[in-house]
C-alpha cells in the first residue's frame, strides 16, 4: 500500500486503500468525525494535491495547466528527531513536533491536551489525554510510557478525506496506518500511525498539510454546513 508524490502532480495510491469523506463536527468542547459523501473506490487512484480539480478529491489534470507548483519541502527526519516539545505527566509523556493541521483534536472536554497530560493522576484525564493524541491526524502528537513506549491503538491503512464545515473549508487527507508515503524522487518517508497530506496546494511544508487551507479558504464544494 502506497502513496506515490509525482512532480508537481497528484498522489498516486496503489494497492487497495479504502478511502472516504468525513466531516470534522464539534460535540461539547471536543470533536469527533461524521461520515461525508460516498467516494469510489479502486485498486489504483489519484488524488489531487493542487487544490484546483473539479473532481476532488481525485485528479483531473488541472495541475497541467494550473502553474502548480508541488516542490517537497518537509523534513524527512524521522518523527524522533523532529519532536520540538515534551509534556511530563506522572505516568505518561506527549511528544509533539509542531506539525499542526488545524484539525483541533487536541482539544477535549476536560481541557487541551497539554493540560491534561500534566494532569494525568486523574484516571479521566489520562483517559482523555490518550485519547486526543491518538485522534490527531497531523500525527503531531504522540503520547508514550515513561519507558517511551507508544499507547496508541495501530490503525488498518484507510484514507480519509477530511471536509471542515465549521471553519467552512475543505481540509487534507488524512492517512492512517502503515502506508508507505514516497516522495518525487523516490526517498521514503518515515511509515507513521498517521500523517496529513495536504490537498490545497497551498502548504508550506509540502506534502504535508500545515493548515495553509484555512487562511486560503480552500473548499473543494464539500465543506458545506449539513
Not at 476532488?56 to 527526519?77: K, M, N, Q, V, Y
Not at 482523555?128 to 510510557?145: F, N, S, Y
Not at 471542515?164 to 507513521?192: H, Q
Request: charged letters at 30%; one cysteine or more; a negative charge.
Amino acid at each position: 500500500m502506497r502513496i506515490k508524490i509525482t512532480k508537481n502532480g497528484p498522489y498516486l495510491v496503489s494497492g487497495g486503500i479504502p478511502i472516504r469523506e468525513m466531516i470534522i463536527t464539534p460535540e461539547g468542547h471536543h470533536y469527533i468525525l461524521r461520515e461525508g459523501r460516498t467516494l469510489p473506490q479502486d485498486e489504483e487512484y489519484a488524488l489531487c494535491r493542487c487544490g484546483k480539480s473539479r473532481n476532488a478529491p481525485f485528479c483531473d489534470g488541472t495541475h497541467l495547466h494550473s502553474g502548480f507548483d508541488g516542490t517537497e519541502t518537509a523534513s524527512r527526519e524521522p518523527y524522533a528527531r523532529r519532536v520540538a516539545d515534551i509534556t511530563e505527566g506522572s505516568t505518561m509523556k506527549l511528544l509533539d513536533d509542531n506539525r499542526c493541521a488545524f484539525a483541533r483534536f487536541c482539544h477535549t472536554d476536560r481541557g487541551n491536551i497539554w493540560r491534561v497530560t500534566a494532569r494525568d493522576y486523574d484516571e479521566k484525564n489520562r483517559e482523555a489525554a490518550i485519547k486526543a493524541a491518538q485522534e490527531c491526524p497531523a500525527g503531531r502528537l504522540v503520547m508514550v510510557d515513561n519507558d517511551m513506549n507508544p499507547i496508541e491503538e495501530e490503525f488498518k491503512p484507510e484514507i480519509i478525506i477530511l471536509q471542515d464545515p465549521e471553519k467552512g473549508v475543505s481540509s487534507g487527507i488524512f492517512v492512517k496506518g502503515p502506508v508507505t508515503v514516497e516522495a518525487e524522487d523516490g526517498t521514503l518517508y518515515e511509515v507513521r500511525n498517521r500523517v496529513m497530506l495536504c490537498r490545497c496546494g497551498n502548504s508550506g511544508n509540502k506534502p504535508f498539510c500545515d493548515a495553509s487551507h484555512v487562511p486560503s479558504g480552500f473548499n473543494d464544494g464539500g465543506a458545506q454546513e449539513n
